[in-house]
């Protein structure tokens, strides 16, 4: 009988029904009983195309307004395992309802009920956590000695995706994970090499959404924040709005006024020995909101428009500049998207730093072709009283089964400057085991996108990369898979010789006595800086170990080249750590370190950075958490050891209904001068976003 199910639920369609007053209760109410239904029974690791451990029934009905899934797990004789600190068990709905076979929303509920959103781009090769819908879900644990069962439902409201009118088919996938085997299984399984991909998901069909309406989010923030600056104290007071406005399933309007600057999720303290620019990541929700639209295809190595750089930080610690307004319109159908983004910055005026009223503004627009791949074009422009920029790019994505093939041309023009950038990059499957992957880079003279966008090129730069890859999966034992590379690279800076490398690198993944993943690569060339030429050597690794309910990583990096911090020849190295304890069900440790170590050309040490950025959770409810967060700074030089600063918070976050969110949140940054330990930064801010939804 079984085997039977098992041979009908091969099949990659789910036929949609239409049912009303479905509860989201974590109970089997009578509706369900008529709903079309699939096994969610292949694994996709531990051991690939095997049966699943347990039997997982998912069905799916809708009503006028929302979409409904159900997941009935049947356990057997052993529990569900369900950890509000933790890993365990859980679920993941994934959706194309574009049918864009490019683009996916995921929403994932674990066994506790905690909830976690999310985009799928770039044909599942790339994800964006910082999506946020409003959809509901509820779980409940049948515990009998020879039957236990998990029960999850969730609602997701049409009002909530971008969709398609005009089709009833939509993409979907579904993920069922059981944290006692370490067991991850899917509906349609993935490629083993290449794992998910929007392109090659199931069929929701009959997908008929009668909503009418739109959805309007009203964001309002309040922060009181309080400053040291040169022994000068300030207590500012600040109030924001951001207001989306979902004009239609595919249209969607944003406005911004005085926006939040995000200090509850202060930047943790960032070093580079390299000679690029730190990149930080979008925290405010004005331009979080459809930033997927604004990327390059396959996320390019230049960005053409580098949201940071709106409201920057001045460089003299005056401050920020402020955002008064903004504005932005994005829309979004199957074989195209389009976003159209102004923002307006006021005057600010440091002790040795100014920056000027600007206007800025992004068009972009992609097209899909093909099965699922792209063309896209970007216009963006910054303009003050004294000078004004212009960045243009022009990029797309050539996508088939394996294979695939971005290109990225970006150029820069100013009163004072202009220039081009071109790039290309491949990857090719020649076989079952062996990919090549590909890519050159030019960059003009004159090429600068600094007052936009961010780029890891300079003017006059050129690069050529190519890398041949080999993995070979182990169908059974403790070894999951191995694999090795070969790579070479040639790079040229300005006007400056040419340089080259090699590159060898070696992968291996355990399954037992738990996952088990390491990586090495070592390299070296003849390398050129500075009038110097020289032979550069590196050891890159890592390895992450999930034993039980833990994570745990380590990985650093040690080399011989060019230090350009301190513009001198000489060994260096980095070391990173991260892990997640849980612990009595409700807490959880987490810790990220970083240490930078730097020597001099003779081998002599210099100086040992160090910080940790440590998080205390309590997890409260599935929907009510405190974190305690540190995130101090040492320094070790001429035999000393001395904490030069340390960032002390606390957040307290209760989502009490979908979307709608209160924070409380309190952060301190001390440094150490001469008169011991004086707080530079104070901020205090009670936050309150609250979603309506017609």
């Known amino acids: 009988m079984l085997f039977a199910i098992i041979l009908i639920s091969t099949y990659d369609t789910l036929t949609v029904h239409y049912a009303e007053g479905i509860k989201i209760d974590g109970n089997v109410e009578v509706q369900w009983y008529q709903a079309d239904s699939t096994l969610v029974y292949r694994q996709f690791s531990p051991y690939y195309d095997s049966i699943s451990t347990y039997r997982t029934v998912v069905k799916c009905l809708q009503d006028k307004g929302n979409l409904y899934f159900l997941f009935d797990i049947h356990t057997g004789g052993e529990q569900p395992i369900v950890k509000l600190a933790g890993a365990e068990d859980r679920v993941t709905v994934y959706i194309d309802p574009m049918d864009s076979k490019v683009m996916a929303y995921g929403f994932s509920v674990t066994a506790s009920n905690q909830r976690l959103d999310w985009l799928v781009l770039d044909d599942g090769r790339w994800s964006d956590y910082t999506w946020a819908g409003v959809w509901e879900s509820a779980t409940r644990v049948y515990r009998n000695g020879t039957d236990n069962r998990l029960v999850i439902e969730i609602k997701i409201p049409f009002k909530t995706l971008r969709f398609r009118n005009d089709i009833a088919d939509w993409g979907v996938q579904f993920r069922v994970y059981f944290q006692r085997y370490k067991e991850t299984n899917y509906w349609v399984l993935p490629d083993q090499r290449e794992g998910l991909r929007v392109s090659q998901f199931g069929t929701l069909t009959n997908v008929k959404p009668t909503v009418v309406g739109y959805g309007t989010e009203i964001y309002p923030v309040g922060l009181t924040k309080h400053t040291l600056y040169r022994e000068e104290k300030k207590t500012i007071p600040w109030v924001g709005l951001d207001i989306t ?248 800076e300005a006007n400056e010789p040419w340089c080259h490398a090699m590159y060898l690198n070696g992968y291996l993944g355990f399954r037992k006595p738990f996952p088990i993943r390491v990586n090495l690569s070592i390299g070296g060339g003849r390398s050129y800086e500075s009038g110097t030429y020289f032979w550069s050597k590196s050891l890159n690794w890592n390895i992450g170990l999930k034993p039980k309910q833990y994570s745990f990583w380590i990985g650093g990096y040690y080399g011989y080249g060019w230090n350009y911090r301190r513009n001198l020849l000489a060994w260096q190295g980095t070391l990173q750590f991260s892990a997640y304890v849980p612990f009595f069900e409700r807490f959880s440790l987490n810790p990220f370190g970083n240490l930078w170590v730097e020597l001099n050309p003779h081998g002599k040490l210099l100086q040992v950075t160090m910080t940790a950025s440590i998080y205390f959770d309590i997890i409260i409810t599935p929907y009510m958490d405190v974190t305690i967060a540190a995130n101090p700074v040492a320094v070790y030089e001429d035999g000393k050891l001395q904490l030069t600063q340390e960032r002390i918070s606390l957040f307290y976050s209760w989502e009490f209904k979908p979307k709608s969110k209160f924070y409380l949140v309190w952060n301190t940054l001390y440094i150490q001068n001469g008169n011991g330990w004086q707080p530079i930064e104070q901020i205090a801010a009670i936050k309150l976003r609250w979603l309506f939804l017609f």
Request: glycine fraction near 10%.
């Open 245 to 492: 406005w979902k004009i239609s399933p595919s249209l969607t309007l944003n406005v911004t006024g005085w926006p939040d600057f995000a200090e509850i999720e202060s930047d943790p303290f960032k070093m580079s020995l390299s000679k690029y620019e730190i990149y930080y990541s979008e925290r405010r929700p004005f331009f979080l909101e459809g930033k997927e639209i604004f990327e390059p295809s396959g996320f390019g190595i230049v960005k053409p428009f580098y949201s940071r750089r709106v409201g920057r930080r001045m460089r003299d610690g005056t401050g920020e500049v402020p955002i008064l307004g903004g504005l932005k319109l994005t829309g979004k159908t199957r074989r195209w998207e389009f976003g159209l983004l102004s923002a307006y910055t006021g005057d600010k005026f440091g002790d040795w730093d100014t920056a000027y009223a600007t206007l800025w503004n992004v068009l972009r627009y992609k097209h899909y072709i093909f099965t699922n791949s792209e063309l896209g074009g970007m216009l963006a422009t910054r303009m003050d009283k004294s000078s004004s920029y212009y960045v243009v790019d022009v990029d797309g994505s050539l996508r088939s089964t394996h294979d695939n093939l971005t290109y990225q041309v970006v150029g820069n023009l100013s009163h004072s400057s202009a220039g081009i950038f071109v790039s290309c990059r491949g990857e090719k499957r020649l076989s079952q085991e062996y990919t090549v992957f590909m890519q050159s880079t030019y960059t003009g003279e004159g090429f600068d996108i600094s007052p936009l966008g961010y780029a890891t090129t300079f003017a006059g730069d050129r690069s050529i990369f190519l890398f041949i890859h080999r993995m070979k999966f182990i169908s059974k034992g403790n070894l999951d898979r191995w694999s090795y590379g070969l790579g070479y690279s040639s790079n040229k």
